[in-house]
């Protein structure tokens, strides 16, 4: 393995941070700005939105200009983008921060997956990917407590300081270690978006999409799912970060073993199934248990939520990639805009959710998400198997 994958992956793990630490600073970010937590949510929407709208359209524009110099760029706009949410003195300019930080995140994930693709050789084009996109997940794992963790110390303030700090030394180290001269690929939007006629690919992205909405209307609240909902403390949210971050190593790990040994679609519909099952067990007991014991389920549940949630991702990639092999690298980033606006969406929904009802409430409706990807599932399987016979009988 390239040695250079792992700056990639440093940089993914750096930029995916913000997105996932923020569920635990809405409620000391609202209460500083003097807004309420769901607006606040605005904050995860306009980052996510913004992620998956930089990554094809930022790329396209970007053309085949160097690498080396792409990602650097892209890591230092991120890091102003936190310098500037760290001093904003009003929400308006927490907002413009998420805009910039998000572009430039997409921006990086999608030059930085084609770059290790290009280090590694096209033969181990599946491995350099799953490296780089591994820095995600680790986000989940370990920046994600981390940062709540410095947010408790020094505010929230402190966590964007810290981002912005290893972000820093990311760009650095990036700028002296990847080779000069490494040109991209020039492709037009409708080049990249043309990968979505595919057969199978459309449905797919699709299901991603309702996935991950249904996810982050929970997770992206999971502040006021605690508190309000389960009784807990604020200093138990960095706690809570860390046995779902440990359950999503776990369902990450185990998700590609599995996709090979029973087959991605059996494992990603086994995922949707156990995501509907923990969003109605946490409504469930939300309201029907004692807050102590509520408090106890929402803890015990963390890894298993982990463990399932983390699950999906690596199988449905793998299901995306089986469609069209050959557009592989174009397909996989149109999944990644579907994630990030799911999570745009889900969060948006969610935060409307909040203002409407009581917190214990948000996993009924988060659980309406994977029946919907259950659904669109069957149908898109039913379409490819139709369309595999017709082929068969010409």
């Not at 029973?262 to 509907?276: D, E």
Request: charge should be positive; include cysteine; aromatic fraction near 8%.
């Amino acid at each position: 393995m390239d040695k250079r994958l792992i700056w990639l992956a440093v940089g993914s793990f750096t930029m995916s941070t913000v997105g996932f630490v923020f569920s635990s600073l809405l409620p000391s970010i609202a209460a500083d700005t003097h807004t309420t937590i769901p607006r606040a949510g605005h904050l995860i929407t306009l980052f996510a939105l913004s992620y998956a709208i930089g990554a094809p359209l930022l790329s396209a524009l970007a053309g085949a200009a160097d690498r080396r110099r792409l990602l650097v760029a892209a890591m230092l706009t991120f890091v102003v983008g936190n310098c500037i949410a760290a001093t904003s003195v009003s929400f308006a300019t927490l907002l413009f921060a998420q805009i910039v930080m998000g572009m430039a995140s997409g921006l990086f994930a999608a030059t930085a997956q084609a770059t290790a693709v290009s280090l590694a050789g096209a033969e181990h084009r599946a491995l350099a990917i799953s490296i780089v996109v591994g820095g995600t997940t680790f986000a989940v794992a370990l920046g994600a407590p981390l940062g709540a963790l410095i947010a408790a110390f020094w505010g929230w303030r402190g966590t964007f300081g810290a981002i912005a700090l290893l972000g820093l030394s990311c760009a650095a180290v990036l700028w002296l270690r990847l080779p000069r001269g490494l040109s991209g690929t020039k492709l037009t939007m409708s080049e990249r978006f043309g990968a979505i006629g595919r057969p199978g690919v459309a449905s797919s992205l699709s299901v991603t999409f309702l996935y991950l909405t249904g996810g982050f209307m929970i997770i992206s609240y999971l502040a006021p799912l605690a508190i309000d909902g389960a009784g807990l403390s604020q200093l138990a949210l960095p706690g809570l970060l860390l046995a779902f971050g440990v359950g999503a190593v776990i369902g990450n790990l185990s998700s590609g073993y599995l996709a090979d040994r029973l087959g991605a679609t059996r494992v990603v519909t086994a995922s949707l199934i156990s995501a509907l099952v923990v969003s109605l067990m946490i409504a469930t007991g939300l309201h029907l248990l004692t807050r102590d014991l509520a408090g106890l389920l929402l803890i015990g549940i963390m890894v298993p939520w982990g463990i399932v949630g983390w699950a999906f991702p690596p199988a449905q990639a793998s299901r995306i990639v089986g469609f069209a092999p050959e557009v592989a690298h174009l397909t996989l980033s149109l999944n990644a805009s579907a994630i990030y606006l799911g999570i745009a969406t889900g969060t948006a929904i969610g935060g409307r959710v909040l203002e409407n009802t009581a917190a214990a409430d948000l996993d009924f409706f988060a659980a309406l998400f994977p029946v919907a990807s259950l659904a669109v599932l069957y149908a898109g399987l039913r379409s490819h198997r139709r369309r595999l016979a017709t082929v068969a009988a010409e």
